[in-house]
Every structure is written in structure tokens, then in C-alpha cells.
Nanobody, 126 residues
Framework: QVQLVESGGGLVQAGGSLRLSCAAS????????MGWFRQAPGKEREFVAAISWSGSMTYYANSVKGRFTISRDNAKNTVYLQMNSLKPEDTAVYYC???????????????????WGQGTQVTVSS
């Protein structure tokens, strides 16, 4: 079992930055691929970014590539999402998730993730 708790959300002006954190419980954190998803009001939850067990490989949705950076610290059981150049369309609840399906095919769909956090709200004002 893995429990995930996100933090770091808030209100920021367009062009600003936020760093989200996701703290995981359990001793097997380093064996999971970690991902970030987001869900805007009235829309489906969508993939944002994923990172491999060691952190050496990352993958991003086109909408955030070049602006967001995913990273992890396995010693702290924490995954991060650094968000720069934020836009109003980035407004959403952001969720972290853990997948034990490996990196052969980067897990990008909801069903490929086994554990989810409760989410943290990010609001970007124009």
C-alpha cells in the first residue's frame, strides 16, 4: 500500500511559478513510477508528467513541456512538480499517482496508476 499526500497548491498570477510536492508513505516508494495528473472543472482528469523509479527518465504532456519539471527524491519519499510560466488554463486540481507497471511504455492513463492522492488546487489568475 502507498498513501500519497499532495501539497503546495495555491493562487498565483499568470506567468508565476509554484512547486507541488507529493509525500508518499511506505518503504517501496522507489519501485514505483510516479505521475502527476490534473482535472479542471467540467473536464476529465488528464496526464501531466511521469518519472521513472530512479528519476533518470521523465515524460510530459505537450501542453506543459518546457514549463513544468517533474523530479523525485527517493530518500525523502517525495515527488515534485515545478510549474513555471503558469497560464490560466493550468488551473485545476493536481493529483499525484503511483504506478507499478514499469517504464517500458510510459504510463499515461488513469487505469495504469494504482494509488492516488487527494489532490491540491492550483488557480492561475489572468
Amino acid at each position: 500500500q502507498v498513501q500519497l499526500v499532495e501539497s503546495g497548491g495555491g493562487l498565483v498570477q499568470a506567468g508565476g511559478s509554484l512547486r507541488l510536492s507529493c509525500a508518499a508513505s511506505g518503504r517501496t516508494f522507489s519501485s514505483y513510477v510516479m505521475g502527476w495528473f490534473r482535472q479542471a472543472p467540467g473536464k476529465e482528469r488528464e496526464f501531466v508528467a511521469a518519472i521513472s523509479w530512479s528519476g533518470s527518465m521523465t515524460y510530459y504532456a505537450n501542453s506543459v513541456k518546457g514549463r513544468f519539471t517533474i523530479s523525485r527524491d527517493n530518500a525523502k519519499n517525495t515527488v515534485y512538480l515545478q510549474m513555471n510560466s503558469l497560464k490560466p488554463e493550468d488551473t485545476a486540481v493536481y493529483y499525484c499517482a503511483a504506478s507499478n507497471r514499469g517504464w517500458t511504455s510510459v504510463p499515461r492513463s488513469l487505469g495504469e496508476y494504482d494509488y492516488w492522492g487527494q489532490g491540491t488546487q492550483v488557480t492561475v489568475s489572468s
